[in-house]
């Protein structure tokens, strides 16, 4: 059920929307950034500005010596800085997609000891920037005879040229830069190594803050904008010097070609000079190779993501003759390691055995996001692959559970883009009822096809439905404490559709689920933004029994907390009553998993089903919602009333908040807060808003006690709250 048909989920994009950023950078690091006059210049200054215009925020840079910027980004007075990429750096900090690839190389003034390599410096004094790549790289793994730490590319140069250090280990394109712009005695030695993406980095604690970049970053990439900058900065980024060793320019080779004239030792110069160019062109071709292989590849899986998947199982199906072929889409859900629950880490190395699994099993795999596999099999083989995955995973010591769609080549499809579809299909299909598996059939189509809703929330979906916070009011403080997320569709044709419409429908197809994801993610989003606003209210989700089935939705909502930095009391879980009723046990699960990880949990509707309260006892909810129908009548009704107060009783008693929907006028607000009921959530208060006006209503009323405030009068309550 949880396809993702919304890419923003697997975008992760970020939670709170900052105002302003403050880069950080090196203080001399042509051409990508240094400080020219007091302004930051480069072309990572421009990519800076460009991200920063796409996510509407101010940029400040904060140009400083190397040490001090990483220093600054650990102390969190800056926020991102672009920097290489390495696995040491990842243990403290997040990283963007790649800005792009660069080398480092060895350079000195003299080249006493003939070095071509790493390995050569050994016995020799090698200057590199404190704190830099080639810092951690050194210390890790390639001893050095003494270390000469220096706080700047240009201070490690300078100390060649004073004969201080013997070599220098350095990012290869801004050393090059300076040496020709300083006129520096010193050059480049070997061929250049390392091949690193050069990334945006941010502190482990911002993930919101790299989802952000990442999403800006993503912008500025498609909007040509990159290009654009790119095109501006080519000469400077092309690195127009070869790597020829330095004794072989300056030396005695072109002195004693010159002076004995000998063609040979030419020759041989010209040879090495190109030799350096090819090398050069080598390292340049193999680091675009990494940069394409990491555009079109699961950094996590190493598997082909969904266009190369696409690409490559079309000649596959092409190629494949007579044989009988399917397409697979696979799910891997409850992903359990003994009892306790994964770490982010730990469900990445489950979901990169699976894709290792899938490699070796499958003619072909890819993946295509959100836990979801794509595999062309040999028909009848299925079982047998997932099951061996299975066993694979259980000896690494994870459980795990795989779910599978699958569609036949060709009846279902000639080519995969239509197989994958359908293959899709089956999967939410077999997940709507409750199957592990399911194989594609024309007549999962015709019920889809039959409703033009459907089909059109399948194409226009992602961008035309959206979330709307109904604000609700805490009657003991007086104050905004919380919002329900509710779903709106502003459909392109029909206009807006109202909820009670299309999500029945979407439930009876089984795709549901895919709007659940999206509202889950959507109010865990609002909830870190609305914190980091000053606002820490709770954002309430509505969840259908249907989507309750699905025993991945707790690992997913603890998944997306984590990455998103969202606190799980922030969000509650709303299951109708008649939803708790249909399948205890498995309601009982999902609630006991959710309640761990600390999300609250709310039965909505109250009233509405058969269901007493007391049959809730066992189950751990913190919150009632009393239908509207009941609330609307109260006033009028004495036995409207009494049924209100004994909820109201009882769920105090079971230590339940208790939410009144829809009350209509300020006496049936007055009324429901003698009776000791915790909050309202209706029109009278505020009808359900977007984001931004929901900040705008907490920014006057948020803070305020509403009874008693001044502009009491200003909401929307009959006769006003004063
Ligand atoms: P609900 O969960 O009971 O949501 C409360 C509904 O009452 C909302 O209607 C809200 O706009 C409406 N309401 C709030 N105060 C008042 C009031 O004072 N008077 C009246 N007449 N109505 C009030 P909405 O947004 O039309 O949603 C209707 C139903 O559709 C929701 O009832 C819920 O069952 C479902 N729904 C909405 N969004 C989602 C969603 O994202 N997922 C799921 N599964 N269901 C959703
Ligand atoms: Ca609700
Ligand atoms: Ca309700």
Known sequence: MWIALFGGLAQAAAAAEPRVVVFGGDLDYPPYEWLENGKPKGFLIDIEDAIARAGKADANHKQAPWPETMAALKSEAVDIVPMFRSDEREKNFWFSRPVFYAHHAIFTKSDPGRVTDLSALRLWRVAVEKSSFAHDQIVAGHPVGELVLASNTNDALGLLADGRADYAVLADQPSVRLISKLRMPVSKVGTPF???????????????LIAWVDRNLDEVITSGEFQRIQAEWQAELDNPLPAVPLWLVKGWAPFAALVIGAFGILIFVLLRVRSGLVKERDRRDAAERDASFLVEHDRATGLPRRSKFETDANSLLKSSGGDRLKLVVLRTEDVRRGENKLSSEEFSIAQSLVGE????????????????????ISAGTTHGIVETIGRTLHHAGYEIELAWGGARFPEHGRDTHDLLKRAELALSACSASGRRWA???????SSLEADRLVRDFLAFGKDDVFAVYQPQLDLESGRITGAEALARWNHRELGPIAPDEFIPRLEKVGLLGQLTVRMIDEAIKESVRFRAKGFPIKVSVNVSAQDFADRDLPDLIDIRLRELGARPEDLTVELTESGVVTDPDLVRSTLAKLHRIGVRAAIDDFGTGFASLASFTELPFQELKIDRLFIERMRDSLSHREAVGSAINLARRMKMEVVAEGAPDLATIQLLKRMRCTRVQSFAISPPLLPDELISFLREFGLKDIFGGPRADRLKLVGGLA
């Open 194 to 208: 390392w091949p690193r993406e050069y990334s945006f980095a941010v502190r482990r604690d911002r993930p919101e």
């Open 439 to 445: 194989v594609f059939d024309f007549a999962m189509e």
């Open 357 to 376: 699994s899938l490699r070796d099993l499958a003619l072909l795999s890819g993946y295509l996001c959100d836990k979801r596999f794509a595999a062309v």
